[in-house]
Protein backbone atom coordinates (compact mmCIF):
# COMPACT_ATOMS: atom_id res chain seq x y z
CA UNK A 1 0.00 0.00 0.00
CA UNK A 2 1.66 3.40 -1.19
CA UNK A 3 1.99 6.51 1.90
CA UNK A 4 -1.19 8.08 -0.14
CA UNK A 5 -3.47 4.72 0.39
CA UNK A 6 -2.39 4.64 3.52
CA UNK A 7 -3.16 8.27 4.40
CA UNK A 8 -6.80 8.04 2.40
CA UNK A 9 -7.56 5.26 4.63
CA UNK A 10 -6.80 6.67 7.80
CA UNK A 11 -8.64 9.98 7.14
CA UNK A 12 -11.76 7.59 6.07
CA UNK A 13 -10.87 5.69 9.64
CA UNK A 14 -11.36 9.49 11.40
CA UNK A 15 -13.70 10.38 9.88
CA UNK A 16 -15.65 7.27 10.10
CA UNK A 17 -14.97 8.06 14.40
CA UNK A 18 -15.47 12.03 13.87
CA UNK A 19 -19.42 10.98 12.42
CA UNK A 20 -19.82 8.62 15.59
CA UNK A 21 -19.28 10.94 18.03
CA UNK A 22 -21.50 13.25 16.72
CA UNK A 23 -24.47 11.04 16.86
CA UNK A 24 -23.69 10.31 20.27
CA UNK A 25 -23.67 14.31 20.59
CA UNK A 26 -27.00 14.40 18.70
CA UNK A 27 -28.49 11.56 20.87
CA UNK A 28 -27.83 12.97 24.37
CA UNK A 29 -28.88 16.75 23.17
CA UNK A 30 -25.69 18.47 23.00
CA UNK A 31 -27.00 21.07 20.34
CA UNK A 32 -25.98 24.72 19.75
CA UNK A 33 -25.11 27.37 16.81
CA UNK A 34 -22.68 26.66 14.26
CA UNK A 35 -20.25 29.14 15.97
CA UNK A 36 -18.45 26.68 17.90
CA UNK A 37 -20.81 24.63 20.05
CA UNK A 38 -20.04 21.25 21.24
CA UNK A 39 -20.48 18.53 18.18
CA UNK A 40 -19.24 15.71 20.66
CA UNK A 41 -17.87 14.70 23.76
CA UNK A 42 -15.33 12.58 23.99
CA UNK A 43 -13.14 10.97 26.77
CA UNK A 44 -11.47 13.59 28.83
CA UNK A 45 -8.25 12.75 27.57
CA UNK A 46 -9.05 13.80 24.45
CA UNK A 47 -11.20 16.84 25.06
CA UNK A 48 -14.80 18.42 23.52
CA UNK A 49 -14.84 18.47 19.32
CA UNK A 50 -16.27 21.45 18.17
CA UNK A 51 -17.59 22.81 14.84
CA UNK A 52 -16.54 26.12 13.29
CA UNK A 53 -18.89 26.86 9.72
CA UNK A 54 -16.95 29.23 7.24
CA UNK A 55 -19.53 31.64 7.57
CA UNK A 56 -19.00 35.55 7.42
CA UNK A 57 -19.28 36.33 11.38
CA UNK A 58 -16.41 33.19 11.80
CA UNK A 59 -13.97 34.91 8.90
CA UNK A 60 -11.75 37.88 8.03
CA UNK A 61 -10.38 38.64 5.04
CA UNK A 62 -6.78 40.40 4.21
CA UNK A 63 -5.35 41.03 7.83
CA UNK A 64 -4.73 39.05 10.90
CA UNK A 65 -7.08 38.82 14.37
CA UNK A 66 -5.81 41.47 16.85
CA UNK A 67 -5.13 41.20 20.92
CA UNK A 68 -8.89 43.28 21.08
CA UNK A 69 -10.80 40.35 18.67
CA UNK A 70 -14.04 38.59 20.04
CA UNK A 71 -13.36 35.19 19.95
CA UNK A 72 -15.98 33.09 18.29
CA UNK A 73 -15.36 30.33 20.17
CA UNK A 74 -13.96 29.78 24.22
CA UNK A 75 -12.48 26.22 24.37
CA UNK A 76 -10.37 23.59 27.01
CA UNK A 77 -6.29 22.71 26.50
CA UNK A 78 -6.79 19.66 24.50
CA UNK A 79 -10.58 20.33 23.16
CA UNK A 80 -10.88 19.73 19.38
CA UNK A 81 -11.99 22.33 16.19
CA UNK A 82 -13.36 20.59 13.35
CA UNK A 83 -12.69 24.36 10.95
CA UNK A 84 -13.87 25.11 7.65
CA UNK A 85 -11.71 27.15 5.65
CA UNK A 86 -12.05 28.96 2.37
CA UNK A 87 -9.61 30.00 -0.54
CA UNK A 88 -9.26 33.07 -1.50
CA UNK A 89 -7.88 31.93 -4.94
CA UNK A 90 -11.11 32.30 -7.56
CA UNK A 91 -12.52 35.17 -5.58
CA UNK A 92 -10.06 37.73 -6.05
CA UNK A 93 -10.66 40.67 -8.14
CA UNK A 94 -7.86 39.78 -10.94
CA UNK A 95 -9.76 36.56 -11.69
CA UNK A 96 -12.57 38.14 -12.51
CA UNK A 97 -16.38 36.34 -12.09
CA UNK A 98 -15.59 33.14 -9.80
CA UNK A 99 -18.32 31.37 -11.71
CA UNK A 100 -16.74 31.92 -14.76
CA UNK A 101 -13.42 31.58 -13.83
CA UNK A 102 -13.96 28.21 -12.29
CA UNK A 103 -16.07 26.76 -15.05
CA UNK A 104 -13.73 27.96 -17.83
CA UNK A 105 -11.15 26.26 -15.93
CA UNK A 106 -13.58 22.93 -16.58
CA UNK A 107 -15.04 22.87 -13.04
CA UNK A 108 -18.68 22.01 -12.95
CA UNK A 109 -20.72 24.85 -11.83
CA UNK A 110 -22.77 22.29 -8.86
CA UNK A 111 -18.78 22.10 -7.58
CA UNK A 112 -18.47 25.71 -6.82
CA UNK A 113 -18.12 26.18 -2.72
CA UNK A 114 -21.13 28.66 -2.03
CA UNK A 115 -18.88 29.53 1.12
CA UNK A 116 -16.44 31.47 -1.19
CA UNK A 117 -19.43 32.62 -3.59
CA UNK A 118 -20.58 34.31 -0.25
CA UNK A 119 -17.73 35.25 0.88
CA UNK A 120 -17.01 37.21 -2.31
CA UNK A 121 -20.42 38.99 -2.48
CA UNK A 122 -20.84 39.96 1.41
CA UNK A 123 -17.50 40.13 3.32
CA UNK A 124 -15.39 43.38 2.92
CA UNK A 125 -11.62 43.15 2.20
CA UNK A 126 -10.25 44.59 5.09
CA UNK A 127 -6.54 43.99 4.69
CA UNK A 128 -4.05 44.18 1.88
CA UNK A 129 -3.22 40.22 1.88
CA UNK A 130 -5.54 37.97 0.08
CA UNK A 131 -6.02 34.95 2.47
CA UNK A 132 -9.90 34.40 4.23
CA UNK A 133 -9.07 33.47 7.61
CA UNK A 134 -11.53 31.84 10.31
CA UNK A 135 -11.25 32.48 14.04
CA UNK A 136 -10.28 33.73 16.11
CA UNK A 137 -10.20 30.68 19.14
CA UNK A 138 -9.89 31.82 22.90
CA UNK A 139 -7.91 28.72 24.58
CA UNK A 140 -8.69 28.78 28.20
CA UNK A 141 -5.11 29.40 30.13
CA UNK A 142 -3.27 30.37 27.56
CA UNK A 143 -0.87 33.35 29.01
CA UNK A 144 2.07 34.74 27.43
CA UNK A 145 5.27 32.75 27.95
CA UNK A 146 3.21 29.99 27.66
CA UNK A 147 3.40 27.47 24.14
CA UNK A 148 -0.11 26.38 22.17
CA UNK A 149 0.77 23.16 20.56
CA UNK A 150 -1.60 22.80 17.24
CA UNK A 151 -1.57 19.27 16.47
CA UNK A 152 -3.62 18.83 12.67
CA UNK A 153 -5.33 15.28 13.61
CA UNK A 154 -7.24 15.48 9.70
CA UNK A 155 -8.14 17.48 6.64
CA UNK A 156 -11.26 17.15 4.13
CA UNK A 157 -11.27 18.16 0.74
CA UNK A 158 -14.21 20.41 0.50
CA UNK A 159 -14.29 21.11 -3.37
CA UNK A 160 -13.22 19.09 -6.20
CA UNK A 161 -10.63 22.02 -7.93
CA UNK A 162 -7.47 24.25 -6.59
CA UNK A 163 -5.93 27.15 -8.15
CA UNK A 164 -1.96 27.97 -8.38
CA UNK A 165 -1.11 32.11 -9.57
CA UNK A 166 1.29 33.94 -10.35
CA UNK A 167 0.38 37.77 -10.44
CA UNK A 168 1.47 41.18 -10.25
CA UNK A 169 5.08 40.77 -10.45
CA UNK A 170 5.52 38.94 -7.65
CA UNK A 171 6.84 35.47 -6.66
CA UNK A 172 10.61 34.20 -6.80
CA UNK A 173 11.05 36.31 -10.23
CA UNK A 174 9.56 39.68 -9.79
CA UNK A 175 9.39 41.54 -12.93
CA UNK A 176 10.38 38.94 -14.89
CA UNK A 177 6.66 36.51 -14.44
CA UNK A 178 3.96 36.43 -15.56
CA UNK A 179 5.57 37.66 -19.11
CA UNK A 180 5.14 40.23 -21.21
CA UNK A 181 4.10 42.18 -18.08
CA UNK A 182 0.45 40.84 -17.47
CA UNK A 183 -0.63 41.02 -14.34
CA UNK A 184 -1.37 37.29 -13.52
CA UNK A 185 -1.19 33.87 -14.97
CA UNK A 186 -3.35 31.50 -13.26
CA UNK A 187 -4.72 27.82 -13.25
CA UNK A 188 -7.79 26.05 -12.51
CA UNK A 189 -6.68 22.49 -11.04
CA UNK A 190 -9.04 19.99 -10.96
CA UNK A 191 -8.59 17.39 -8.19
CA UNK A 192 -9.07 13.70 -8.31
CA UNK A 193 -8.74 12.67 -4.68
CA UNK A 194 -9.87 9.08 -4.73
CA UNK A 195 -6.20 9.41 -7.03
CA UNK A 196 -4.46 11.77 -4.75
CA UNK A 197 -3.56 13.38 -7.84
CA UNK A 198 -4.01 17.57 -8.89
CA UNK A 199 -4.26 17.78 -13.12
CA UNK A 200 -1.91 20.35 -13.95
CA UNK A 201 -3.00 20.87 -18.03
CA UNK A 202 -0.11 22.76 -19.65
CA UNK A 203 -1.21 25.47 -21.82
CA UNK A 204 0.71 24.67 -25.27
CA UNK A 205 -0.64 21.47 -25.68
CA UNK A 206 1.84 18.90 -23.98
CA UNK A 207 0.63 16.13 -21.59
CA UNK A 208 -1.35 16.65 -18.47
CA UNK A 209 0.44 16.11 -15.38
CA UNK A 210 -0.10 14.59 -12.19
CA UNK A 211 0.70 16.78 -9.05
CA UNK A 212 0.62 14.60 -5.80
CA UNK A 213 -1.96 16.04 -3.36
CA UNK A 214 -0.53 16.38 0.42
CA UNK A 215 -3.05 18.93 1.90
CA UNK A 216 -1.69 21.28 4.80
CA UNK A 217 -3.07 24.83 6.44
CA UNK A 218 -0.31 27.26 5.46
CA UNK A 219 -1.49 29.99 7.64
CA UNK A 220 -2.24 28.50 11.06
CA UNK A 221 -1.08 31.65 14.32
CA UNK A 222 -2.06 33.31 17.43
CA UNK A 223 -2.70 36.51 17.34
CA UNK A 224 0.21 38.87 17.38
CA UNK A 225 0.46 41.24 20.84
CA UNK A 226 1.63 44.20 18.63
CA UNK A 227 -1.77 45.41 16.36
CA UNK A 228 0.21 46.36 13.51
CA UNK A 229 1.82 43.21 12.80
CA UNK A 230 -1.55 41.80 12.45
CA UNK A 231 -2.91 44.81 9.57
CA UNK A 232 -1.42 42.21 6.48
CA UNK A 233 -2.55 38.38 6.58
CA UNK A 234 0.93 37.82 4.29
CA UNK A 235 3.61 37.76 6.51
CA UNK A 236 4.68 35.70 8.72
CA UNK A 237 6.03 35.84 12.26
CA UNK A 238 6.43 34.83 16.02
CA UNK A 239 3.00 34.26 16.12
CA UNK A 240 2.79 31.62 13.34
CA UNK A 241 0.29 33.12 10.67
CA UNK A 242 1.36 32.69 6.65
CA UNK A 243 4.20 29.79 7.75
CA UNK A 244 4.32 27.66 4.18
CA UNK A 245 5.45 24.76 5.83
CA UNK A 246 4.27 22.05 3.63
CA UNK A 247 5.20 19.08 5.90
CA UNK A 248 2.64 20.56 8.29
CA UNK A 249 0.12 18.39 7.63
CA UNK A 250 -1.94 15.55 9.30
CA UNK A 251 -0.15 14.03 12.06
CA UNK A 252 1.51 17.34 12.52
CA UNK A 253 2.40 19.76 15.22
CA UNK A 254 3.10 23.47 15.32
CA UNK A 255 4.21 24.82 18.53
CA UNK A 256 3.93 28.75 18.89
CA UNK A 257 5.00 30.94 21.49
CA UNK A 258 1.66 32.23 22.82
CA UNK A 259 1.65 36.34 22.54
CA UNK A 260 -2.00 37.40 24.53
CA UNK A 261 -4.18 35.75 26.90
CA UNK A 262 -6.10 33.14 25.57
CA UNK A 263 -3.86 32.56 22.57
CA UNK A 264 -6.86 33.57 19.76
CA UNK A 265 -5.88 30.72 17.13
CA UNK A 266 -7.07 30.91 13.63
CA UNK A 267 -6.27 29.34 10.49
CA UNK A 268 -6.82 29.95 6.61
CA UNK A 269 -4.62 29.73 3.01
CA UNK A 270 -5.77 26.15 2.78
CA UNK A 271 -3.72 23.99 0.39
CA UNK A 272 -3.55 21.38 -1.35
CA UNK A 273 0.06 20.57 -2.49
CA UNK A 274 3.01 22.89 -2.30
CA UNK A 275 6.78 22.61 -3.70
CA UNK A 276 9.27 23.94 -1.15
CA UNK A 277 9.94 27.81 -2.23
CA UNK A 278 6.21 28.04 -3.91
CA UNK A 279 7.87 30.01 -6.18
CA UNK A 280 4.98 31.32 -8.78
CA UNK A 281 3.24 32.70 -5.90
CA UNK A 282 0.70 30.35 -4.34
CA UNK A 283 0.31 26.28 -4.32
CA UNK A 284 -2.29 24.59 -4.90
CA UNK A 285 -4.80 26.66 -3.00
CA UNK A 286 -7.77 24.80 -2.03
CA UNK A 287 -10.69 24.88 0.19
CA UNK A 288 -10.29 22.43 3.03
CA UNK A 289 -11.61 21.29 6.41
CA UNK A 290 -9.11 20.86 8.88
CA UNK A 291 -9.21 19.54 12.67
CA UNK A 292 -7.22 20.57 14.98
CA UNK A 293 -6.27 19.84 18.79
CA UNK A 294 -4.66 22.81 20.99
CA UNK A 295 -2.67 22.44 23.93
CA UNK A 296 -1.55 24.73 26.61
CA UNK A 297 2.19 24.06 27.33
CA UNK A 298 3.17 25.79 30.29
CA UNK A 299 6.45 24.35 31.05
CA UNK A 300 7.96 25.07 27.90
CA UNK A 301 9.86 27.91 26.58
CA UNK A 302 9.66 28.54 22.68
CA UNK A 303 10.99 32.04 20.84
CA UNK A 304 10.37 31.21 17.23
CA UNK A 305 7.71 28.80 15.65
CA UNK A 306 8.84 24.78 15.93
CA UNK A 307 7.23 21.67 13.97
CA UNK A 308 7.17 18.21 14.88
CA UNK A 309 6.31 15.32 12.76
CA UNK A 310 6.33 11.85 13.87
CA UNK A 311 9.66 11.50 11.90
CA UNK A 312 11.14 14.92 12.79
CA UNK A 313 11.76 18.28 14.35
CA UNK A 314 11.49 21.23 12.23
CA UNK A 315 13.44 24.63 13.06
CA UNK A 316 12.18 27.43 11.93
CA UNK A 317 13.52 30.49 10.77
CA UNK A 318 11.52 33.91 9.38
CA UNK A 319 13.21 37.20 8.08
CA UNK A 320 12.71 39.39 5.23
CA UNK A 321 16.25 38.44 4.30
CA UNK A 322 16.57 34.62 3.22
CA UNK A 323 20.41 35.08 4.43
CA UNK A 324 19.02 36.31 8.65
CA UNK A 325 16.35 33.12 7.87
CA UNK A 326 19.27 30.65 7.36
CA UNK A 327 20.63 32.08 10.55
CA UNK A 328 17.57 31.52 12.48
CA UNK A 329 17.13 28.56 11.39
CA UNK A 330 20.61 27.25 12.26
CA UNK A 331 20.54 28.60 15.37
CA UNK A 332 16.99 26.69 16.24
CA UNK A 333 18.21 23.56 15.44
CA UNK A 334 20.68 24.12 17.54
CA UNK A 335 18.73 25.12 20.44
CA UNK A 336 16.58 22.11 19.85
CA UNK A 337 19.54 19.23 19.63
CA UNK A 338 20.74 21.13 22.45
CA UNK A 339 17.93 20.97 24.73
CA UNK A 340 16.38 17.74 23.18
CA UNK A 341 19.22 15.17 22.83
CA UNK A 342 21.95 17.23 25.14
CA UNK A 343 24.45 17.54 22.04
CA UNK A 344 26.65 21.02 22.92
CA UNK A 345 25.91 23.55 20.22
CA UNK A 346 29.31 23.52 18.40
CA UNK A 347 28.91 19.93 18.27
CA UNK A 348 25.83 20.12 16.61
CA UNK A 349 26.71 22.91 14.33
CA UNK A 350 29.58 20.63 12.94
CA UNK A 351 26.78 17.30 12.75
CA UNK A 352 24.30 19.52 11.25
CA UNK A 353 26.55 20.60 8.84
CA UNK A 354 26.60 16.91 7.48
CA UNK A 355 23.68 15.45 7.97
CA UNK A 356 20.83 17.87 8.09
CA UNK A 357 19.09 19.51 5.19
CA UNK A 358 17.52 23.10 5.43
CA UNK A 359 14.81 23.44 3.16
CA UNK A 360 13.28 27.18 1.79
CA UNK A 361 9.90 26.93 3.17
CA UNK A 362 8.95 29.95 0.70
CA UNK A 363 10.04 32.94 -1.03
CA UNK A 364 7.14 34.19 -1.47
CA UNK A 365 5.18 36.34 1.77
CA UNK A 366 7.84 39.48 1.97
CA UNK A 367 9.20 37.37 5.31
CA UNK A 368 10.98 34.47 3.87
CA UNK A 369 11.14 31.12 5.55
CA UNK A 370 13.72 28.26 5.72
CA UNK A 371 12.73 25.07 8.00
CA UNK A 372 15.39 22.79 9.45
CA UNK A 373 14.53 18.58 8.86
CA UNK A 374 16.08 17.07 12.52
CA UNK A 375 14.96 13.49 11.99
CA UNK A 376 14.14 11.94 15.43
CA UNK A 377 15.53 8.20 13.80
CA UNK A 378 19.42 9.82 13.41
CA UNK A 379 19.42 10.43 17.94
CA UNK A 380 17.82 7.27 18.86
CA UNK A 381 21.10 6.58 20.38
CA UNK A 382 21.27 10.00 22.01
CA UNK A 383 17.74 9.00 23.50
CA UNK A 384 18.82 5.78 24.98
CA UNK A 385 22.04 6.55 26.33
CA UNK A 386 20.32 9.34 27.99
CA UNK A 387 17.74 6.59 29.43
CA UNK A 388 20.68 4.28 30.53
Not at 262 to 280: I, K, R, T, W
Amino acid sequence: MTLAQVSRVFRRKWRSILGSLVAITLFVGILGSSQGVPAAEVAQSTGTLYEVKSEPGNLIWGELFKPDSAPILTVQSGDMIRMETVSHEGILPDQGDTIEFLTGGGIAETDILPDQLVVKAEMEKTGPGPHVITGPIYVEGAEPGDVLEIKTLDIDYRVPYGVISNRHGRGALPGEYPENDAPIYTKVIPLETERGVGIFRPSNGLANLDIPLAPFMGLMGVVPADPEDAVNSVPPGVYGGNIDIKHLGIGSSLYLPVQVPGALFYSGDPHCAQGNGEVALTAIECSLTPTFQLIVHKDMELTNPMGETEDAWYAVGLDEDLNEAMKDSVREYLRIMNEKYGMTKPDALLFGSAAIDFEVSQVVDIVKGIHGVIPKEMFRALEEGSES
